[in-house]
């Protein structure tokens, strides 16, 4: 913990003041789950009809998997990995869905602590949607060369692939065929690709007749423009609920919002 404001003013230097991609375990966030799960806690209980005591105990299961992926992963760049990734985890542990699409794939990070919860749970699939590029970033340290020549979703074991199925493309192009082929209406629509008005908006708008009732909608960097707040005042999506920093998530009504 005495690190922490050193390695904060460290990554706000190289990150936000210089604009550089910097390796997970300099990215604070990544460092060291358990601020960010402490300020989710409740909102996520409330989301997940789970009780704190019950998040509790998925939260512990994390450790393990934060160690083999600080072992696997801390050493290469974020390649603009979803850093509350693991509040994922929570949330597909706490609520089971059987189907989830996501949008935006670059290192997997958010696959994979999706997937993990989907094994642990048991039952599950997820459908990932990306351009077939690694969103590496500019670095002073010459080590996103490296993750930029890798596979998009590297970081998903092997052993998780089972339940995985990757689709290579634009999220306007494949969503449309992708969703309507699906046997089954979602559980959960997470977007994570292009973080503009235009895209964010069609995401929701596409994903969310598709989404079953009480299904969950999800989206990263809800305050990079007005699309999210827009979209759930649009809808009247109640229980809006930010997460962490910057993760938004709300339940699709029992009588779904249409438009
Ligand atoms: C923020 S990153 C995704 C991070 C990923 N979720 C993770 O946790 O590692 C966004 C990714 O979406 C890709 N992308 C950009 N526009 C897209 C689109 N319209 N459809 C699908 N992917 C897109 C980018 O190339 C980039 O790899």
């Given at each position: 913990?005495?690190?922490?404001?050193?390695?904060?003013?460290?990554?706000?230097?190289?990150?936000?003041?210089?604009?550089?991609?910097?390796?997970?375990?300099?990215?604070?966030?990544?460092?060291?789950?358990?601020?960010?799960?402490?300020?989710?806690?409740?909102?996520?209980?409330?989301?997940?009809?789970?009780?704190?005591?019950?998040l509790?105990?998925?939260?512990?299961?994390l450790?393990?998997?934060?160690?083999?992926?600080?072992?696997?992963?801390?050493?290469?760049?974020?390649?603009?990995a979803?850093?509350?990734?693991?509040l994922?985890?929570?949330?597909?542990?706490?609520?089971?869905p059987?189907?989830?699409?996501?949008?935006?794939?670059?290192?997997?990070?958010s696959?994979?602590?999706?997937?993990?919860?989907?094994?642990?749970?048991?039952?599950?699939?997820?459908?990932?949607?990306?351009?077939?590029?690694?969103?590496?970033?500019?670095?002073?340290?010459?080590?996103?060369?490296?993750?930029?020549?890798?596979?998009?979703?590297?970081?998903?074991?092997?052993?998780?692939?089972?339940?995985?199925?990757?689709h290579?493309?634009?999220?306007?192009?494949?969503?449309?065929?992708?969703?309507t082929?699906?046997?089954?209406?979602?559980?959960?629509?997470?977007?994570?690709?292009?973080?503009?008005?235009?895209?964010?908006?069609?995401?929701?708008?596409?994903?969310?007749?598709?989404?079953?009732?009480?299904?969950?909608?999800?989206?990263?960097?809800?305050?990079?423009?007005?699309?999210w707040?827009?979209?759930?005042?649009a809808r009247?999506?109640?229980?809006?609920?930010?997460?962490?920093?910057?993760?938004?998530?709300?339940?699709?009504?029992?009588?779904?919002?249409?438009?």
């Open positions: 913990m005495s690190a922490h404001p050193l390695l904060w003013a460290r990554f706000l230097y190289r990150h936000d003041l210089r604009h550089e991609d910097v390796r997970l375990m300099d990215n604070p966030r990544f460092a060291d789950w358990e601020p960010m799960y402490r300020v989710a806690r409740e909102p996520l209980a409330r989301l997940t009809g789970r009780t704190p005591e019950e509790d105990r998925f939260y512990r299961e450790a393990p998997i934060h160690r083999q992926l600080e072992a696997e992963a801390g050493r290469l760049q974020g390649a603009s979803l850093m509350q990734a693991p994922l985890y929570l949330i597909v542990r706490a609520t089971h059987a189907l989830a699409l996501e949008t935006g794939v670059s290192s997997g990070f696959s994979r602590l999706i997937l993990e919860a989907l094994e642990a749970n048991g039952s599950g699939e997820l459908h990932s949607i990306g351009v077939a590029q690694v969103a590496a970033g500019r670095s002073s340290d010459g080590l996103g060369d490296a993750v930029a020549a890798r596979p998009i979703g590297y970081l998903v074991s092997e052993r998780l692939r089972a339940r995985w199925h990757l290579f493309g634009r999220s306007d192009d494949v969503m449309p065929g992708l969703l082929s699906l046997a089954q209406p979602l559980d959960l629509f997470l977007h994570d690709s292009r973080h503009q008005y235009d895209t964010m908006t069609w995401e929701y708008t596409t994903a969310l007749p598709h989404l079953r009732p009480n299904g969950l909608l999800l989206s990263h960097d809800i305050h990079t423009c007005r699309a707040p827009d979209f759930i005042a009247s999506l109640a229980g809006d609920e930010e997460l962490d920093h910057d993760l938004g998530g709300v339940r699709v009504p029992i009588a779904p919002a249409r438009g």
